[in-house]
């Protein structure tokens, strides 16, 4: 039982009941307080990410700053406490932008990449005075420069080029391909900046690049840096180009399974820093400052789905269904792209996982499967499952498929559990409609 611990938050033990505790609380009197589904964040877990990944990158490249990719979950009180580890903030929408501002998070330490920003959503930018804001496309550098020019400012953005790099996750997840609806394709990676370059309204302070998601590998981002590094040197010869800031994107790996196994964020701040260093030196750049959007890997594993067991059902010779009062609805990733998670019983901690089951959500699709074929203790209707490495867009991709209930969450520390979002009403789910 020790060995799927260390897939749960730093905080996780037993208690002498045999419950799974998180942040101190025990979590089968969670559920019974905050009813099912129900999320847990672990608050001690992710302030030490947010310390680790500004130590790791910092001690090996002084002038780094860590933005937190807000798309991995974001609510006001997440952003608060990121705005307290003093990170900054990656949005990719309005409404991500409008969590921040409403939090109070400095809006200069915000960074706004996205593929298709609309007019709107600029104009909330420039008017809110986002940090950076990071053009994908020729179109949004001339709209920028149209809407900069109306209100008579000027706005600080990199621009986003697409590496042409394979990172080796799955395809859904791909960002920095040739093939991708983000960034400028390398071809066309002149023409963008030499036209962002003479425009009075923008100041192009960097490049940014962003290859994926759950990248298990070094090699791509090294690769990815080394081109876009021979490009800048390149652009810097042929145009004059200086560039003060490079960002090199999120997608660091969180472990989900056992037998599959993520790099450190040593591992990855070493092989990263020391590629730009290198590149750097060997190409007479200047030293950029250094962008890392690091998400899933600060709260992924500081979270925690609890459900409750319903139906089993037993299919001899083929299989048991266990049935839980959640699934796609709050957690549609693997019936998605196949992701996979470690889950125990956090009743039944201390007994033996004796049964194969798969677990199954309750929403009326045959693939609303949680996690297939995993070694359980014998379950009945009333134990309370947690699911492991939930804190990562399970809940930002949450749905009311079949009408169902967005889930509460909580957020745990030193025994004391804090209600950060409350479960939705049957209200909510007609308080938009109209007759």
């Not at 981002?221 to 994107?249: C, N, P, T, V, W």
């Not at 820093?273 to 959007?293: D, F, Q, W």
Request: net charge negative; aromatic share 8%; proline share 4%.
């Amino acid at each position: 039982m020790k060995s799927k611990l260390v897939l749960f938050p730093s905080t996780a033990e037993v208690n002498n009941k045999g419950h799974l505790l998180i942040g101190g609380c025990d979590t089968v009197e969670l559920a019974a307080e905050f009813g099912t589904p129900l999320y847990i964040f672990d608050e001690l877990g992710l302030r030490n990410k947010c310390a680790e990944f500004k130590q790791e990158f910092c001690q090996r490249y002084t002038d780094t700053t860590v933005i937190y990719s807000a798309k991995a979950f974001i609510n006001k009180a997440l952003a608060q406490l990121f705005s307290d580890e003093g990170l900054g903030l990656d949005v990719v929408s309005a409404g991500e932008m409008s969590i921040a501002h409403s939090a109070g998070l400095p809006m200069d330490r915000v960074y706004f990449p996205g593929n298709n920003k609309s007019a709107e959503e600029l104009k909330l930018a420039l008017e809110w005075g986002v940090g950076c804001i990071v053009v994908d496309n020729f179109r949004e550098l001339n709209l920028l420069g149209e809407l900069a020019r109306e209100r008579g400012n000027q706005a600080d953005i990199l621009l986003r080029l697409s590496p042409g790099v394979d990172p080796h996750t799955h395809r859904y997840i791909i960002t920095g391909n040739l093939d991708s609806k983000f960034g400028v394709p390398m071809v066309h990676g002149e023409k963008a900046l030499t036209t962002a370059m003479v425009m009075p309204q923008l100041k192009l302070r960097g490049l940014h690049f962003h290859i994926g998601s759950q990248i298990t590998e070094l090699e791509p981002y090294q690769q990815a840096i080394d081109i876009i590094l021979g490009f800048a040197a390149e652009m810097k010869k042929k145009h004059g180009f200086e560039m003060e800031e490079l960002s090199i994107g999120g997608g660091f790996a969180v472990q989900y399974t056992l037998d599959k196994s993520a790099p450190s964020i040593a591992d990855y701040a070493e092989a990263m820093t020391s590629t730009v260093t290198n590149g750097c030196k060997k190409l007479g750049l200047a030293p950029p400052r250094l962008i890392v959007e690091p998400g899933r890997a600060v709260v992924g594993q500081s979270g925690v789905a609890l459900y409750t067991v319903g139906v089993i059902k037993d299919i001899p010779g083929v299989r048991r269904y266990v049935s839980v009062d959640g699934g796609m609805g709050d957690n549609i990733r693997p019936a998605l792209y196949g992701a996979e998670h470690e889950a125990v019983v956090a009743n039944k901690m201390r007994e033996r996982e004796t049964d194969k089951v798969t677990v199954a959500g309750k929403f009326c699709e045959s693939g609303d499967i949680i996690i297939k074929d995993i070694m359980l203790p014998p379950l009945v209707a009333g134990d309370i499952l947690a699911v492991a490495d939930c804190g990562a867009y399970c809940l930002p991709l949450a749905s009311n498929y079949n009408a169902s209930l967005k889930p509460a969450v909580v957020l745990v520390k030193e025994g004391k559990a804090r209600l950060i979002r409350r479960r939705e009403s049957f209200d909510d789910l007609t308080r938009f409609d109209l007759v």
